[in-house]
């Protein structure tokens, strides 16, 4: 399973291929050349305003900076409303809040990045990390609620590890051993095999 950092670059590398290109056959078909050209100037422009905050929000997260990263947070989400840095901005903010075990402000967050991105990649991510928020918070039935949707197959390792962490809690062994053992074989497999074994020890299962 890919870090939240691995898919943050992929995304950004995708963004840096596409996202002109996507520009182009949408302002070519209602503005002509000039009306690119233009367009184009702004989204540069723009584009590396955003990923200025962005890095300095990421540089503030990785040093536990919550004054630093919360101002440029609030700068992507404020100006950059309709980019994927203001996502990843509401991301960076969950994780703050989790961390000061500000669990409430958490969900709001990440509530806001799987209301706005619908069926993108950040969304399926919130959705995960919504539902450990809130089998944290022994909101069980909300986090197998909050699962219970299609996900990428590439998901399929964590939401099935995080359906067991919940049957687990529930006292439900047996369903709790037959989800851990489909994270095991999905594939990519899961992030932390070692644990989610671990996790099966704990059950009294050895696999």
Same mark, same amino acid.
């Given at each position: 399973?890919?870090?939240?950092?691995?898919?943050?670059?992929?995304?950004?590398?995708?963004?840096?291929?596409?996202?002109?290109?996507?520009?182009? &056959?949408?302002?070519?078909?209602?503005?002509?050349?000039?009306?690119? /050209?233009?367009?184009?100037?702004?989204?540069? !422009? !723009?584009?590396?305003?955003?990923?200025?905050?962005?890095?300095?929000?990421? %540089? +503030? =997260?990785?040093?536990? $900076?919550?004054?630093? @990263?919360? @101002?440029?947070? $609030?700068?992507?989400?404020?100006?950059?409303?309709?980019?994927?840095?203001?996502?990843?901005?509401?991301?960076? =903010?969950?994780?703050?809040?989790?961390?000061?075990?500000?669990?409430?402000? +958490?969900? +709001?967050?990440?509530?806001?990045?799987? &209301?706005?991105?619908?069926?993108?990649? @950040?969304?399926?991510?919130?959705?995960? #990390?919504?539902?450990?928020?809130?089998?944290?918070?022994?909101?069980?039935?909300?986090?197998?609620?909050?699962?219970?949707?299609?996900?990428?197959?590439?998901?399929?390792?964590?939401?099935?590890? @995080?359906?067991?962490?919940? =049957?687990?809690?529930?006292?439900?062994? &047996?369903?709790?051993?037959?989800?851990? #053992?489909?994270?095991?074989?999905?594939? *990519?497999? *899961?992030?932390? *095999? %070692?644990?989610? #074994?671990?996790?099966? /020890?704990? =059950?009294?299962? #050895?696999?």
């Amino acid at each position: 399973m890919e870090t939240e950092e691995e898919q943050v670059e992929k995304l950004k590398a995708w963004l840096k291929e596409n996202g002109l290109s996507i520009v182009f &056959g949408i302002v070519i078909g209602v503005g002509g050349i000039g009306g690119y /050209n233009y367009w184009r100037h702004v989204q540069e !422009t !723009t584009a590396a305003e955003a990923s200025s905050h962005f890095t300095r929000m990421i %540089e +503030a =997260l990785s040093t536990d $900076d919550d004054v630093s @990263l919360q @101002l440029h947070a $609030d700068i992507l989400i404020a100006e950059y409303s309709s980019t994927e840095y203001a996502l990843m901005a509401q991301l960076a =903010l969950a994780r703050m809040h989790v961390d000061s075990g500000e669990y409430t402000a +958490a969900e +709001a967050a990440l509530q806001q990045v799987i &209301g706005s991105a619908a069926q993108q990649p @950040l969304a399926y991510l919130a959705r995960t #990390r919504l539902a450990a928020v809130q089998i944290q918070t022994e909101q069980y039935q909300q986090a197998l609620s909050t699962l219970t949707i299609e996900f990428p197959g590439e998901f399929a390792a964590l939401v099935d590890e @995080l359906r067991g962490d919940v =049957l687990a809690r529930q006292g439900k062994s &047996g369903e709790a051993i037959a989800a851990y #053992r489909k994270a095991q074989l999905a594939e *990519p497999g *899961p992030a932390n *095999p %070692e644990f989610l #074994r671990q996790k099966l /020890n704990d =059950l009294g299962s #050895r696999s």
